[in-house]
């Protein structure tokens, strides 16, 4: 009961993350269900859904196949859809149902694999976790399955791990962080997964380094540092002074040197607070705190953390009450999604910053990019 939402709506789900990873990158993505799932993620998770195809299926779990576990019925319907559409991949996601009776997703897709010879991936979720978890086990197997070490290393080249638009919309954060990155002498490899096909992310090794831009990309830059030695730094390219140091932070991390995270201190009190993804408010805090004259900035993170990024001012809130609680406290600030002020009852300014994986389609279209000539103007109330 404690996680019970009274007030918000449900979080993207983990599967919704996987599918938001894959989307573009020609595989056949299936979610083992009854059809709301499927239905849940294509309608309210994926803007890219009404203006771009992508083939996600649902595989019409009825309550016979799940009461007798017919797997033998579903990798053959896998097999007749995967030899008409020819996926460069295929991928299955689990839901409740499939958690319950004890799907084994992973050996699935071992049999499909066998029988039809198309790298396939059975990703164990359950609609139970949110969507960073998605992300971060999607692009962590990517890694695994084509991604070979380099050849050779490109100087002054990088990846962009973890956009989806579950974080960053549709409306041109990444490609706003891209030329950040460009007109600081960086050459963009390859971007997980936005805006990049499976070619460019096979030859994503060949960068100098990665830059995390969400936590859903973090696995894979573990995975890379320990597979490839590639170094890694987390944070988003914000505004001109925030970029400048985000980009002598990526120079040094090509270099082979520490620190791998931009972080300044509060030296007050903190009056405001930011609540949504971990490295999309880390990186606005350092911004507020480097360019702005703010003093003091707190970040409320209802998903997933990245270990050591941030300190005491930085926190969980794993339930809606907690939220609620943190945000009447001693704030003059807040900023986060707009479905967040319901939960305000004190006098603090309210600043709205949507954020997909909370809103949906109710602000999609207001998603805003977090750049330089965007903030002053965000920061008085409006996009």
Request: with cysteine.
């Amino acid at each position: 009961m404690h996680k019970l939402m009274l007030t918000l709506p449900p979080f993207a789900p983990d599967y919704s993350g996987v599918c938001s990873a894959l989307f573009e990158l020609g595989g056949m993505l299936l979610i083992h269900d009854a059809s709301g799932c499927t239905g849940n993620y294509t309608g309210y998770d994926e803007p890219r859904w009404y203006g771009s195809r992508s083939a996600v299926f649902c595989t019409a779990l009825r309550e016979l196949d799940a009461v007798l576990g017919s797997d033998d019925k579903l990798v053959d319907k896998i097999l007749r859809a995967a030899r008409e559409i020819e996926p460069r991949f295929v991928a299955i996601m689990g839901s409740p149902v499939p958690m319950v009776i004890g799907s084994d997703l992973e050996g699935i897709a071992r049999e499909v694999e066998a029988a039809s010879g198309i790298p396939s991936f059975g990703f164990a979720t359950t609609g139970l976790k949110l969507y960073d978890a998605g992300v971060g086990m999607a692009l962590e197997a990517l890694g695994k399955r084509f991604l070979r070490s380099p050849r050779k290393r490109l100087p002054r080249t990088v990846n962009l791990l973890g956009a989806t638009p579950l974080d960053f919309g549709i409306r041109g954060a990444v490609s706003c962080m891209v030329r950040e990155l460009e007109d600081r002498g960086f050459r963009v490899l390859s971007t997980f997964a936005m805006d990049s096909s499976l070619e460019d992310l096979a030859e994503s090794p060949r960068a100098s380094v990665n830059l995390v831009v969400s936590a859903g990309g973090f696995p894979l830059a573990l995975y890379c540092a320990r597979t490839f030695g590639t170094p890694y730094v987390v944070g988003q390219p914000l505004g001109k002074e925030h970029c400048d140091h985000l980009g002598e932070l990526l120079c040094r991390a090509e270099k082979g040197e520490a620190p791998r995270f931009l972080r300044k201190e509060n030296e007050d009190p903190s009056r405001t607070l930011l609540i949504g993804e971990h490295v999309t408010m880390h990186s606005l805090r350092e911004r507020l705190l480097r360019e702005k004259g703010f003093r003091g900035v707190d970040v409320a993170v209802p998903f997933g953390r990245i270990p050591s990024l941030g300190g005491a001012e930085t926190f969980a809130v794993p339930s809606e009450k907690v939220l609620e609680e943190r945000m009447n406290g001693r704030y003059d600030l807040i900023l986060g999604d707009p479905l967040y002020r319901q939960l305000l009852r004190s006098s603090a300014r309210y600043v709205e910053v949507p954020h997909v994986a909370v809103s949906s389609k109710l602000f999609w279209d207001r998603s805003w990019p977090l750049e330089a000539k965007d903030l002053d103007h965000v920061l008085k109330g409006g996009f």
